[in-house]
């Protein structure tokens, strides 16, 4: 069974920086696409990043140049990268997994994000 633990959540300021962990086991991580999504209250889940088994990298528009995605695949550990962030990016960050001819996504506990002053 796949298990995905985030980590690196937690409170900061507007304009200040987080580095989200999550931590993969149980699958062929070289062949799963990672991902990270975000789900603030009262909105739908939606996705934040993604990055292929291949290096291919897709961001929402709304982090798009101050969120970085990365992958340590030795690790088995997916990244986010989190800088200038804004009180519209207080969500809690989901780490999601999706291996290779699955058809299936696992996802993680989650890790509160609160950015306030």
């Known amino acids: 069974q796949v298990q995905l633990v985030e980590s690196g959540g937690g409170l900061v300021q507007p304009g200040g920086s987080l580095r989200l962990s999550c931590a993969a086991s149980?699958?062929?991580?070289?062949?799963?696409?990672m991902g990270w999504y975000r789900q603030a209250p009262g909105k739908q889940r939606e996705l934040v990043a993604i990055?292929?088994?291949?290096?291919?990298?897709n961001y929402a528009d709304s982090v798009k140049g101050r969120f970085t995605i990365s992958r340590d695949n030795a690790e088995n550990t997916a990244y986010l990268q989190m800088n200038n962030l804004k009180p519209e990016d207080t969500a809690v960050y989901y780490c999601?997994?999706?291996?290779?001819?699955?058809?299936?996504?696992?996802w993680g506990q989650g890790t509160q994000v609160t950015v306030s002053s």
């Open positions: 149980g699958s062929r991580f070289s062949t799963t696409r």
């Open positions: 999601n997994a999706r291996p290779l001819n699955k058809g299936i996504d696992y």
């Open positions: 990055i292929t088994s291949g290096g291919v990298i």
